[in-house]
């Protein structure tokens, strides 16, 4: 079987600024929420049989408190953010398993059950659908893979290295290096993409690199510089790191059955009519359920 674990997160803000918005009979906005049902429905029609979602259910995490430039809502659209609750309402009633984090990230928990499923008996692959570079460092082989659903694009660990210049296991250092601005982090100065994976094709992890840069390969062009930014700024490089690095701890499931998708509960009918979609309810009843 395969496995689908979806960036309910990635999934919510990518409806909320692609689909027109729609409100309840209370005025609540709904129309994130309605898409992103419907993304799910396509993915149980063209086969999914086991699921799980992970959801921000609220932005700042464990992160934060080690960094305090760390991503928080600040900025958020308020319709999009109310919409969360509703979201994770709306699939755990269409009977999908949701992780909805508070303490760790949606990335987290996506590397967590990624890791565990690959475990499991029975399991051929796992899939994770978000484009998220974060998430590439779970990439294992044809075993553990990416998929870009907007693009249709599966990336697996050849493609993360076409992608960035290095392996999987060397994304955090790599992250540490550049930064990531849409988590808040900025990285070292004079470290871009090109300079980073020249150096990490080499040396996997920041501990790979010679401190002395003349012992630098060959390859590696403005060795000297990109050691002093380094060295001089170690901590942060270590720090940034830590932020980029997922958690594999988090307690997401203890069977594999439990993502085994069995058809909507009860309460999924009259969620449907609060989100003005009687046809959500139709489609999803008439997908074929595996057992």
Known sequence: MDVYLIDGTYELFRHYFAVPGATDEKGNEIGAVRGVLASMISLLEKGATHLGVATDHVVESFRNDLYAGYKTGEGVPEELMSQFPLLEEALGAMGILVWAMIEFEADD?????????????????????????????????????????????????EGVVTKFGIKPESIPDYLALVGDTSDGYPGLPGWGAKGAASVLSVYPHLEDIPRDAKSWHSSIRGSAKLADTLFTSWDDAILFRQLATLRTDVPVFDHIDELHWKGPTPAFEALCTRLKSPNLFKKTNAVPRSF
Do not use: F
Request: one cysteine or more.
């Open 109 to 157: 928990a996506l590397a967590a059950a990624a890791v565990k499923a690959a475990q499991e008996k029975g399991v051929d692959k796992v899939i994770i659908c978000t484009p998220d570079k974060d998430l590439s460092q779970c990439v294992v082989a044809d075993k553990i893979v990416q998929l870009d659903r907007r693009k249709n694009e599966i990336r697996n660990a």
